[in-house]
């Protein structure tokens, strides 16, 4: 009798582990599992956008400044926020443009506004001259070919700025009958001037005047 009850015990328990190795496997039909809900699903990163987060322009490198000027003109810069290397270039290529036409012409007015009183009483001389012995200038600025920044000082909030000019200019001497004395009207001059142009910085008067020139 204890036998059979060992014997149907050692039954029930292989029919047992058989049904747990069928039941404890996957088959593939089972259920799977909900997708969660937009709130539950895990949120993505935001990636910094790396044209206008992580990338830093890189500096424009201005070849119209000479590295000697760098620092007056940083120093001019933090004395006048609104200062533009750029703007002052075209102005200053427009200042030689027009000073140098007003010379030839003799236009001591224009002049006047435009150079500081030392070098209006060169210009001046020079003009006076020019018309004692009876000669006109009948030059022509072709073109400016390089406008270059070459110094700049700061002294308290008295700025200058040095620049140098390389263009191509038509110079023709005329005598009182008009005949040419001097220079070609077809052929341009190579001329390299260095001008000086100072202002007082948060002054009423945006203008820079011319306060030196010299030659190359």
């Known amino acids: 009798m204890l036998f ?18 069928v039941l404890g496997k996957r088959t593939g039909h089972e259920q799977q599992p909900l997708p ?4 539950d699903r895990a949120r993505p990163v935001a990636m910094p956008r790396t044209t206008e ?18 620092q007056g003109l ?36 224009a002049l ?19 018309e004692a012995a009876g000669e006109t200038l009948d030059n022509r600025l072709i073109r400016v070919e390089t406008a270059k920044i070459v110094d700049a000082q700061l002294a308290g909030r008295d700025a200058r700025i040095t620049v140098r000019f390389d263009a191509d200019i038509v110079a023709v001497t005329r005598d009182a ?18 001008w000086t142009f100072a202002r007082t910085l948060k002054s009423g008067d945006p203008n820079w005047k011319l306060v030196d020139t010299d030659e190359a």
């Not at 969660?36 to 709130?39: F, I, M, V």
């Not at 001019?76 to 443009?97: C, K, M, T």
């Not at 006047?112 to 020019?130: C, G, M, N, P, W």
């Open 4 to 21: 059979y009850v060992v014997l149907l015990a050692m039954v029930a328990l292989f029919l047992a582990l058989r049904l747990y190795s």
């Open 36 to 39: 969660r809900s937009a709130d």
């Open 53 to 70: 987060a992580t990338q830093t322009p890189a500096p424009v490198v201005n070849r119209n400044i000479d590295p000697r000027a760098e």
């Open 74 to 109: 940083r120093g001019i810069i933090a004395g006048e926020p609104g200062f533009d290397v750029n703007q002052f270039l075209a102005g200053a290529q427009s200042a030689y443009r027009m000073t140098l036409e007003a010379f030839w012409k003799g236009d001591e007015q």
């Open 112 to 130: 006047s506004e435009l150079v500081d009183t030392d070098v209006l009483a060169a210009f001046s001389e020079a003009i006076a001259q020019r």
């Open 177 to 194: 009958e008009g005949q040419v004395v001097a220079g070609s009207l077809s052929d341009a001059v190579e001329t390299h001037d260095i």
